[in-house]
């Protein structure tokens, strides 16, 4: 605490008063001037309402929806690896080892693995379709523990087994299913694959880890060599580990697959991948982010030309309290407050409608309904600062009257 | 010792040509009187008031408030002077609607950062003072033209203010309302409220015991102190 008295001090001692308004007293005028116009109040905070609506429903949609995706993600496991062929050292594409399955399998922490392998072979609803009509399903040869190391489902029938494995059945990807017009798999139902009928045995549900496998057909590896003469090695080994080895098991994946040639292999996990797209959707919501701000905008606009002509109204007013004692900060501070509570409270009407069309959209979907916190916490703080801004000119307006001539024209 | 002191105050308002509200004004009210300002309209009164109550600062001359000069005081510290010495009531009672007549009353106090439970026991106090304790709680709509002046001059007088300023205080009120608060005004200046009425109503203002007579921004004649 300062000893000194400074000039100012020792004039305000001679006065013995100065002019002060409570904190309180000051947000008590704001609800005052506020509450006395009720009507002008509701269509004055609307456009921040609606604002903060778009950016509290915006955020909330996207974010529900984000949370749903990631839930699903987690539910299908995030200890999935795929190993694929990458580039080779002269630049063409490498090539898997076919005893890479085996290896892969020997690494401790990993539960099971399986391959798919390349066949040269289209498949057709019968032997009378043209061949470039090849409808983009791609043929695999594929081993039975598969559908296991997926953790996948089929719709219908069963996958292949050691027995379907050798003969020509195959089981067909959820999307290959529906391009070939195939609804049933009780193995009465052949398609024309690589010029042999090959019996549909299984199809499979989407796969979200393996999404190439949807529009796929299936055959086991004893009957691609067998009939379709295709001695493929690997295109792609999944690879389930112990959860808490994910890491380590990535790390000694390449060398175990391709000890000569580590550097051929590429390790993805495809958890990753969909968690990185899941938060890459947001991006999208910028469009109706900005939608929300201009919105807010708008909104500040329309409190700042109502407060001006409140001013102007309420000019008497301004005169009387500068009468009883207001100081010119002291109507400025009053009038913003206003500002800000208009906005405020149109701000705490649009977080609710927002919170609201959140639940009824993700309801909808049978989605949770993430409205975070932080979001209803900014977007409030931003109605607030948007109200505080506009309220500063005619803050300054009603501060810069003459009280005698606002008392005069009245 | 006096409540009120302007000398050679003038006010000029910028034109082309400039406009002389009032021009070399020197009166000087002693604490307890209560004077009339009369004159036609245009004749200065309320500028001389608005000078006198600091809502305005004199082109020239000197303003002192309780012996007090105040024409050199920042704005800050003329609200000051304005929230504890002077109390001011106007023609239209500038009451606020949604607030009872104690609020209203109570409101006279908020300038000096005063709690609101002191502000209501003051305004209960000044609005006995003025006959309307009955009524504390009824907002303005629900009171007569002469309650809600009364209501304004209970607001001025809440504070204890050296003087109070009345600007046409019966002017929007009947005749018979008008000498209520006539009445009223004088038995507040029995009781020591130094009082100044500006009115063109000379039916009032010859009830009064000081009259200063105004013209042209000038004055021309005052009856002379009474104390």
């Known amino acids: 605490m300062s000893i000194g008295i400074r000039p100012g001090q020792r004039r305000r001692q001679q006065t013995g008063h100065r002019s002060r308004l409570r904190p309180a007293d000051t947000w008590a005028l704001a609800v005052l001037g506020v509450a006395g116009r009720p009507v002008r109040a509701l269509l004055s905070a609307l456009g921040i309402s609606l604002g903060v609506a778009t950016l509290v429903a915006v955020l909330g949609i996207s974010g529900s929806s984000r949370a749903q995706l990631i839930a699903r993600i987690d539910a299908l496991g995030t200890n999935m690896l795929t190993v694929t062929p990458g580039q080779s050292l002269t630049g063409g594409q490498a090539v898997l080892p076919r005893t890479a399955p085996v290896m892969v399998r020997r690494i401790a922490p990993v539960q099971s693995a399986a391959a798919i392998g390349q066949v040269d072979a289209n498949v057709y609803r019968n032997d009378r379709i043209p061949a470039v009509n090849t409808d983009a399903i791609t043929v695999y040869s594929a081993q039975t523990s598969l559908l296991h190391t997926l953790q996948g489902h089929l719709a219908r029938g069963r996958f292949l087994n050691p027995a379907t494995a050798r003969l020509p059945a195959v089981v067909l990807g959820a999307s290959a299913a529906a391009a070939l017009g195939v609804d049933r798999a009780d193995g009465t139902i052949q398609v024309w694959l690589g010029n042999h009928w090959f019996a549909v045995v299984g199809i499979m549900a989407p796969v979200p880890l393996a999404p190439e496998l949807d529009r796929a057909a299936l055959v086991g590896f004893p009957v691609a060599r067998r009939l379709l003469g295709a001695y493929g090695s690997p295109v792609e080994i999944y690879v389930r580990t112990n959860p808490v080895s994910v890491a380590a098991v990535t790390g000694v994946l390449a060398a175990t697959v391709d000890p000569p040639a580590p550097q051929n292999v590429t390790i993805s996990n495809p958890a990753d991948a969909l968690t990185a797209r899941a938060d890459a959707s947001v991006a999208f919501q910028s469009l109706f982010l900005g939608l929300g701000a201009i919105a807010l905008l708008i909104g500040g606009i329309g409190i700042a030309n109502v407060m001006v002509i409140s001013v102007l109204e309420r000019r008497g007013e301004i005169g009387l309290r500068r009468a009883l004692g207001a100081t010119r900060p002291h109507i400025a501070v009053q009038f913003i407050a206003e500002s800000t509570l208009l906005a405020l409270a149109g701000g705490a009407g649009g977080a609710i409608l927002g919170g609201f069309a959140t639940a009824v959209y993700a309801t909808a979907r049978h989605w949770h309904t993430v409205v975070s916190a932080p979001t209803l916490a900014a977007a409030l703080a931003v109605a607030v600062a948007v109200g505080a801004v506009a309220g500063v000119y005619p803050a300054l307006r009603a501060a810069r009257l003459s009280p005698a001539e606002a008392l005069r024209t009245v | ?227």
């Open chain 2, 1 to 227: 010792m006096t409540a009120l002191e302007l000398t050679a105050a003038t006010k000029q308002h910028p034109g082309s040509p400039p406009v002389t509200a009032l021009r070399s004004v020197t009166l000087t009210i002693g604490e307890g009187e209560f004077v009339a300002l009369v004159g036609p309209s245009g004749s200065g009164k309320t500028t001389l008031l608005a000078i006198a109550g600091t809502l305005e600062r004199p082109s020239s001359g000197h303003v002192r408030i309780a012996g007090r000069p105040v024409g050199h005081l920042p704005d800050r510290e003329l609200a000051a002077v304005r929230a504890y010495r002077i109390g001011f009531v106007f023609q239209q009672f500038f009451l606020v609607p949604t607030l009872s007549a104690r609020d209203n009353v109570a409101s006279g106090l908020l300038y000096r950062g005063m709690p609101a439970a002191q502000r209501r026991r003051a305004a209960a106090d000044a609005l006995a003072a003025v006959g309307l304790s009955h009524r504390a709680g009824h907002r303005p709509g629900e009171l007569s033209g002469g309650e809600q002046q009364r209501t304004a001059i209970a607001r001025a007088l809440a504070g204890r203010p050296a003087v109070i300023l009345a600007d046409e205080p019966t002017g929007s009120l009947d005749t018979a309302t008008g000498r209520e608060i006539l009445a009223l005004l004088t038995a507040l200046n029995a009781a020591g409220s130094t009082i100044v009425v500006a009115t063109h109503d000379s039916e009032i203002a010859d009830a009064l015991p000081r009259i200063v007579r105004l013209r042209d921004g000038g004055i021309e004649s005052d009856s002379g102190s009474t104390r």
